[in-house]
């Protein structure tokens, strides 16, 4: 009798409710739409994003360098503290791109922008396994890397927040914008379902070009 009061006595206690974000008590983050016009730089964005890196601090080629390089090749943040110069052939001009999250490797060529940038990093900093290095010789982490493009983009008074991701997005949406074809855009983001690449195709502009003729 006792255990069966005990039971009644629980089911009677009334649940705390759950905090109420009205009071501050659950500090939501906000939806990106709310946050910003789009998840994508253009490629101007993008060169001025790099040129207000350069000028940071005492790190400022590696942070441009950085920049450049998961915008040219479609890096996620992961992907491009994970770089090693040893997927770099620096004589032939190529990136053997290793995807994240079950995506597909590929083999990039790198333009003389990115080698020229490469190269004088590799003269500048100390050896090391990875090609982006904090002070410490470790590894730039995912997030030391999205402070910096955020702190860049605030530097440069972006009316929006980035984030890094947006570089992969700005890849994307300008090789779409270059008429590109959407399977050979799917191969070199690594997409494994061409349904993540035809967002690109839908965000171009050209396909309308011919609608209103001047």
């Given at each position: 009798?006792?255990?069966?009061?005990?039971?009644?006595?629980?089911?009677?206690?009334?649940?705390?409710?759950?905090?109420?974000?009205?009071?501050?008590?659950?500090?939501?983050?906000?939806?990106?739409?709310?946050?910003?016009?789009?998840?994508?730089?253009?490629?101007?964005?993008?060169?001025?994003?790099?040129?207000?890196?350069?000028?940071?601090?005492?790190?400022?080629?590696?942070?441009?360098?950085?920049?450049?390089?998961?915008?040219?090749?479609?890096?996620r943040a992961s992907?491009?503290?994970?770089?090693?110069?040893?997927?770099?052939?620096?004589?032939?001009?190529?990136?053997?791109?290793?995807?994240?999250?079950?995506?597909?490797?590929?083999?990039?060529?790198?333009?003389?922008?990115?080698l020229r940038a490469?190269?004088?990093?590799?003269?500048?900093?100390?050896?090391?396994?990875?090609?982006?290095?904090?002070?410490?010789?470790?590894?730039?982490?995912?997030?030391?890397?999205?402070?910096?493009?955020?702190?860049?983009?605030?530097?440069?008074?972006?009316?929006?927040?980035?984030?890094?991701?947006?570089?992969?997005?700005?890849?994307?949406?300008?090789?779409?914008?270059?008429?590109?074809?959407?399977?050979?855009?799917?191969?070199?983001?690594?997409?494994?379902?061409?349904?993540?690449?035809?967002?690109?195709?839908?965000?171009?502009?050209?396909?309308?070009?011919?609608?209103?003729?001047?």
């Amino acid at each position: 009798m006792k255990s069966n009061a005990r039971i009644a006595a629980t089911k009677r206690v009334k649940r705390t409710p759950s905090p109420n974000i009205v009071f501050g008590t659950v500090p939501r983050r906000p939806l990106n739409a709310t946050r910003r016009p789009r998840e994508y730089l253009t490629p101007r964005e993008v060169q001025l994003l790099m040129e207000l890196a350069g000028k940071r601090g005492r790190y400022g080629h590696r942070d441009a360098t950085m920049i450049l390089i998961a915008y040219r090749h479609g890096l996620r943040a992961s992907e491009v503290c994970a770089l090693r110069w040893d997927q770099i052939d620096f004589s032939r001009g190529l990136l053997h791109v290793r995807r994240l999250k079950n995506g597909t490797p590929s083999v990039h060529p790198i333009g003389g922008t990115e080698l020229r940038a490469l190269r004088r990093l590799m003269r500048e900093e100390p050896q090391s396994r990875h090609v982006f290095n904090t002070e410490r010789r470790a590894p730039m982490s995912p997030a030391g890397f999205r402070k910096m493009v955020a702190r860049t983009g605030e530097t440069g008074k972006f009316p929006f927040p980035l984030h890094p991701h947006m570089l992969r997005h700005a890849c994307g949406y300008k090789l779409a914008n270059d008429g590109q074809d959407t399977r050979a855009v799917q191969h070199y983001l690594g997409h494994k379902n061409i349904q993540h690449t035809v967002r690109y195709t839908e965000l171009s502009p050209e396909r309308f070009k011919s609608f209103w003729e001047d």
